[in-house]
């Protein structure tokens, strides 16, 4: 079966949006409800950064409607280390956060490394054997973003398939671009919006991702993000791009 594609942005707090995306007087407390009702998924990007408590993934939960699913950026204290096979302890602190309390809004945990970091196929293969396929009973979907020119190799798309993590599909100028399916879903992330379009990207490039966005999910569900780039635009490109796939919000 087809699985479902998703279309959203990186987080919901970002001050050039209002008047842009969110009505101008719409209170910041109500800019997560208002977002998950315009936008099928959005990737949580502060926790790469920090950990929360258990409230706020619950407060998040109750905020979104219920066919609504947040993505989840993990640590960078596990990714951005020398030795990838020594963040287990990262792995557990990362997950024992909360983020369980989502329950079925809960959609893939990315795992981001840095420009600089290369494949090391045993130390890769020693990280991706941490990730576990649950946590808390709730079945957990992973995917990894890697951005050094030494991932596209064979060896790393056989270990990512070996582990069942998908990788990161980058649509940018600044990183490869791996379409490689590996993790029975696909994960995409755009970074060429314009400031100059309201939709962030002409129709011609908006049509090219629906067609894409479409093949990928023959095999699998399916979520793209309109990440970095002009991200004032990111909102207009997103919901562009669920009108192109007519999906209903």
């Not at 409800?33 to 502060?46: K, Q």
């Not at 951005?80 to 329950?103: C, D, M």
């Amino acid at each position: 079966m087809p699985g479902t594609i998703r279309v959203g942005i990186g987080g919901w707090t970002f001050e050039p949006w209002r008047g842009v995306f969110y009505p101008e007087k719409l209170p910041q407390k109500q800019e997560l409800a208002f977002a998950s009702r315009a936008l099928t998924a959005i990737e949580i990007n502060g926790t790469y950064y920090s950990t929360f408590k258990p409230k706020s993934w619950i407060d998040w939960r109750e905020a979104t409607p219920d066919d609504f699913v947040f993505s989840v950026k993990a640590s960078r204290y596990a990714t951005n280390r020398k030795v990838l096979a020594e963040a287990g302890p990262s792995v557990s602190r990362f997950l024992e956060q909360g983020l369980t309390e989502l329950g079925p809004k809960l959609g893939p945990i990315v795992w981001q490394f840095m420009p600089t970091k290369k494949f090391d196929a045993d130390d890769f293969g020693a990280f991706l054997a941490l990730l576990p396929k649950k946590h808390d009973g709730i079945a957990l979907r992973h995917a990894v973003d890697v951005r050094h020119p030494s991932f596209v190799t064979q060896d790393f798309f056989k270990l990512a398939r070996a582990h069942n993590v998908a990788i990161v599909t980058a649509e940018s100028d600044e990183y490869p671009e791996i379409d490689e399916a590996s993790g029975g879903f696909t994960y995409a992330r755009v970074m060429s919006s314009s400031e100059d379009l309201d939709a962030g990207l002409d129709d011609a490039a908006l049509t090219a991702i629906a067609k894409r966005a479409k093949a990928w999910a023959k095999s699998g569900d399916t979520f793209v993000f309109f990440i970095a780039g002009a991200k004032v635009r990111n909102p207009g490109a997103a919901v562009a791009l669920q009108n192109k796939l007519k999906i209903k919000r």
